[in-house]
């Protein structure tokens, strides 16, 4: 069965500071990988996606992630953070043979300090 | 606007009573999806349809049930069976292909009187 940890529950980064969320997933074959945000009380919003080809995607609000098959994992980056970027981020893995399910990771909350 | 409507908000629960949590789409979308979260947790399936008139239970699908009557609607009751139905639970959709990403509604709070 597919899985997906993010090591780190809470990170707390200076407005201005580069952000990185780190993402390791466990699947045999090549997965579907995304990156969604969640703001308090609110639901997911797709940040990006990775099917194949080139391993280095962009998304939105100024967000990319790599996905690194030696590795099985799948960060994501943002080379300057605003104070909006303050929410909770999400890794899921979907995989072929489980038709469109996702399986998400636990999250983890990014604080933003001025 | 195309997209996902949760109702209502906030909701509810006596002791011994069902809900039903509304979800509801206009984007087209075949699957539909609905997940619980829990404070610090990520987003476990309950129930998915991937198709009308068809679902199948996900990882704790113990003490809810779901109907897929029209593509547009996808229903997710709580019953009495569910002993901590305290969470915030997600309603989401798919175009239904392999590698396609869920688009969610805003969410259902669910607390215990």
């Known amino acids: 069965a597919q899985s997906v940890t993010q090591p780190d529950i809470h990170i707390t980064v200076s407005e201005g500071a580069s952000l990185e969320l780190r993402c390791n997933y466990s699947y045999g074959a090549t997965p579907y990988l995304f990156w969604y945000v969640q703001s308090p009380g609110q639901g997911l919003q797709l940040l990006l996606k990775?099917?194949?080809?080139?391993?280095l995607v962009q998304g939105i609000k100024g967000f990319e992630a790599e996905f690194k098959r030696s590795q099985s994992s799948f960060n994501l980056r943002k080379p300057s953070v605003h104070w909006s970027d303050a929410a909770e981020y999400f890794c899921?893995?979907?995989?072929?043979?489980?038709?469109?399910?996702?399986?998400f990771g636990g999250g983890t909350r990014v604080l933003v300090k001025p | 606007d195309g997209g996902i409507t949760q109702s209502p908000k906030y909701l509810f629960r006596k002791e011994g009573q069902n809900v039903t949590l509304s979800c509801e789409q206009n984007?087209?979308?075949?699957?539909m999806y609905w997940y619980r979260q829990d404070p610090g947790q990520g987003l476990r399936l309950i129930y998915y349809s991937q198709i009308v008139n068809d679902f199948q239970k996900g990882d704790i699908a113990e003490g809810y049930s779901v109907s897929r009557e029209k593509k547009e609607s996808f229903p997710l009751t709580v019953t009495s069976a569910q002993k901590n139905p305290t969470a915030f639970y997600l309603c989401?959709?798919?175009?239904?292909?392999?590698?396609?990403?869920?688009?969610f509604g805003d969410g259902t709070r669910l607390s215990i009187l």
């Open positions: 989401a959709s798919s175009i239904g292909t392999e590698n396609q990403p869920q688009h």
């Open positions: 984007l087209n979308h075949d699957a």
């Open positions: 990775y099917f194949s080809g080139d391993t």
């Open positions: 899921a893995v979907g995989a072929k043979s489980a038709g469109n399910k996702l399986t």
